[in-house]
């Protein structure tokens, strides 16, 4: 969802989208949601308690959320260059990491 959600300001600021209408960036955003999607909601199927999986639902949204920060990090210093994270991110991120803990915690 990141490239979905943060795609198209790269574009933007490359100079390819600028004169896209609303309409455009939505409909780009979608089509790349759509293969996020493709890869997110079998991997919750499979992985589901009710379904034979390993995880709870509570878990499954946990590592999501962190692999999703995690993600974001890697592609926000790589597309925009002047987004620098700082110790308070590297710190968030930290307590994201202590959550995914607590919630395996039986």
């Known amino acids: 969802m990141t490239l979905a959600w943060y795609g198209h300001l790269k574009l933007q600021e490359s ?3 600028s004169n896209w209408p609303l309409i455009g960036v ?4 979608w089509g790349i949601a759509f293969l996020e999607y493709c ?9 589901f308690m009710g ?3 390993p995880f709870s639902l ?3 949204k946990v590592v999501q959320e962190c692999i999703s ?4 990090a890697v592609i926000a210093n790589i597309m ?6 700082h110790w308070n991110h590297i710190l968030a991120f930290l307590l994201i990491i202590c959550a995914v803990y607590l919630v395996f915690m039986k």
Request: glycine share 16%; hydrophobic share 45%; charged share 5%.
């Open 51 to 53: 379904n034979g999986g």
């Open 58 to 60: 509570v878990q499954l």
């Open 26 to 29: 939505i409909l780009f955003s």
């Open 80 to 85: 925009f260059q002047g987004q620098s994270l």
């Open 15 to 17: 100079g390819t989208s």
């Open 39 to 47: 890869c997110q909601v079998p991997a919750n199927r499979i992985g």
């Open 69 to 72: 920060l995690a993600v974001f």
